[in-house]
C-alpha cells in the first residue's frame, strides 16, 4: 500500500507575516521609549525608578510615554493575533495567541499610579490600588503565554521559555522585596535594574518568538481518516 504523502501548506499570509513583524516593531518600540524618554526627566534614576513611574500621575514624561505606550499597545495585540493566526492545528500556540491578545489588552488600559512621594505621603488613590491589581494580571497572563508557547514549539524553544520563566521568578522576587520601600518612598537603589532585566527578557522572548514562527514551516500530513494534523517543523 503506498505512503500517505507529506505536504507542504501553503506560506502563511502576507497579513500574518505582518501581524508577527508587529511584535517584534513592537519590543523595539518599547526599548527606545526606555532609553529616550527617562532622558526627559532631570534626574531620573535608570538604576533606583521603575518603568511605571515614567508615566505616573504629574510626572514630567507622561504626556510623552501614554501615547508612545498605546502604539506599543496596539502593536502588541496585532503581534497577539499573529501568533493565534499562526497556531491552526496546534492549540497550546493559540492558547499562547490568545494570552497574548489578553495581557496586551491589559497593557493598553493599565492605570496609572502617583509618584512616590505622593504615595508615601498617604495620596494614593483607587488608581494605585488597580495599577497592582493590572500588574499582577498581566504578570499571571504573560507567564502563562510563554508557558504554553514553551509547549507548542520545538526542544530549543521549550528550553528557552523556561530559562525566560527562572530568570522572571529570580529578579521578579528582587523587585517584589524592594516594592514596599518604594510606595514608603525609601531607597531603592537596585529596583530600576531587577525590573529591567525582567521586561528585557519578556522583550527579547517576544522577538524570538515572532522570528521563530516567521521561520517556521506549518507541515500537514493525511491521518488515517484522512484529517489533517498539524506540526511545526
Known amino acids: 500500500m503506498p505512503q500517505p504523502s507529506i505536504a507542504i501548506t501553503p506560506p502563511r499570509s502576507s ?102 512621594e505622593v504615595v508615601a505621603a498617604g495620596g494614593g488613590t483607587l488608581s494605585d490600588t488597580l495599577h497592582i491589581v493590572w500588574s499582577a494580571a498581566w504578570v499571571a497572563f504573560m507567564l502563562a503565554a510563554i508557558a504554553f508557547a514553551g509547549a507548542a514549539l520545538g526542544t530549543r524553544f521549550r528550553l528557552y521559555s523556561i530559562t525566560t520563566l527562572v530568570i522572571l521568578f529570580a529578579f521578579g522576587v528582587l523587585t517584589g522585596l524592594d516594592a514596599p520601600k518604594l510606595s514608603a518612598n525609601l531607597p531603592t537603589p537596585l529596583i530600576g535594574v531587577w525590573e529591567r532585566i525582567q521586561i528585557g527578557v519578556v522583550i527579547l522572548w517576544d522577538i524570538v518568538l515572532a522570528l521563530a514562527l516567521l521561520r517556521r514551516k506549518e507541515i500537514v500530513a493525511p491521518a488515517a481518516k484522512g484529517s489533517l494534523v498539524g506540526a511545526a517543523a
Open 15 to 116: 497579513t500574518v507575516n505582518f501581524l508577527l513583524v508587529c511584535g517584534i516593531l513592537a519590543s523595539l518600540l518599547y526599548v527606545a521609549m526606555n532609553v529616550f524618554i527617562p532622558l526627559q526627566w532631570q534626574g531620573y534614576s535608570f538604576t533606583s525608578q521603575v518603568i511605571s513611574e515614567l508615566s505616573a500621575i504629574d510626572a514630567p514624561t507622561r504626556s510623552l510615554w501614554v501615547p508612545l505606550g498605546i502604539a506599543y499597545g496596539v502593536l502588541m495585540i496585532a503581534f497577539g493575533w499573529g501568533v493565534w493566526a499562526s497556531g491552526r492545528g496546534n492549540r497550546p500556540l493559540r492558547v499562547a495567541g490568545a494570552l497574548v491578545l489578553v495581557y496586551s489588552i491589559i497593557g493598553l488600559f493599565w492605570p496609572p499610579m502617583h509618584q512616590r
